[in-house]
C-alpha cells in the first residue's frame, strides 16, 4: 500500500468501526479503546500484517491515535489516586 489511497482509508475506516462494533457487544462489556486496540493490534504488525507500518500516513495515525489513549489512561488512574 503506498500512499493515501482508498485501500488505506477503508483500512483505516474498518478498524476505526472495529472498536464500537466490539464495545456494543453487551456480554463482552469493553470500552471503546480497547476494541480500536484490539482492532490496531489484529490488524498491524503483531497481528496479520495487513497494514504497512512504514507507510507514512499509519504513521502519522499512530502519533495522533495515541494521545487520546494517554488522555483514557490519564483520566483512569487520576480516579484511583
Given at each position: 500500500m503506498q500512499g493515501f489511497g482508498f485501500d488505506t482509508l477503508a483500512l483505516l475506516t474498518?478498524?476505526?468501526f472495529a472498536g464500537p462494533l466490539l464495545a456494543s457487544l453487551p456480554r463482552l462489556r469493553i470500552p471503546v479503546i480497547i476494541g480500536e486496540?484490539?482492532?490496531?493490534?489484529?490488524?498491524?504488525?503483531?497481528?496479520?500484517?495487513?497494514?504497512?507500518?512504514?507507510?507514512?500516513?499509519?504513521?502519522?495515525?499512530?502519533h495522533i491515535g495515541f494521545a487520546p489513549v494517554m488522555f483514557v489512561v490519564g483520566g483512569a488512574t487520576s480516579r484511583w489516586a
Open positions: 474498518a478498524v476505526g486496540l484490539i482492532a490496531g493490534l489484529v490488524v498491524g504488525k503483531t497481528g496479520f500484517g495487513v497494514a504497512d507500518v512504514a507507510n507514512p500516513t499509519f504513521q502519522i495515525f499512530a
